[in-house]
């Protein structure tokens, strides 16, 4: 009968080696959330930063910073031109413009900045 070489079926880690996995462990993990955060930080910037609430009479150009609140609807009053004008808002990444979302002014997307003219999506 040929000589048969036992296999080893499990390789059970002594106590250093263990304490390498962890450590090896934490530090992929920390790797990973550095990452994570990095790209939401990068990202964010070129996404539309909302302003809360802009007139749309060229003429006024009033900005509120609150958001909506429960019980108002769109468009609401402006306080300052008296017109049924005060829409949803946001602020263009590129310039800082505040501009009002295409939608809804019941146009179609994507919503260009009136001053330097980037294109904007919703997330």
Request: net charge positive.
């Amino acid at each position: 009968m040929p000589n048969k070489a036992k296999i080893p079926t499990s390789v059970a880690l002594t106590s250093p080696d263990r304490g390498k996995l962890v450590v090896w462990a934490v530090i992929g993990v920390a790797v990973l959330a550095l990452a994570y955060f990095a790209w939401g930080a990068w990202s964010s910037r070129s996404r539309a930063q909302d302003v809360a609430m802009l007139c749309s009479n060229p003429k006024c150009g009033y900005t509120r910073a609150e958001p909506l609140q429960v019980g108002e609807s769109l468009p609401m009053t402006c306080p300052r031109c008296g017109q049924r004008t005060l829409m949803a808002a946001f602020r263009c990444p590129k310039c800082g413009t505040p501009n009002i979302w295409n939608e809804n002014r019941n146009a179609l997307p994507p919503t260009k900045c009136r001053k330097c003219g980037r294109e904007n999506y919703h997330d």
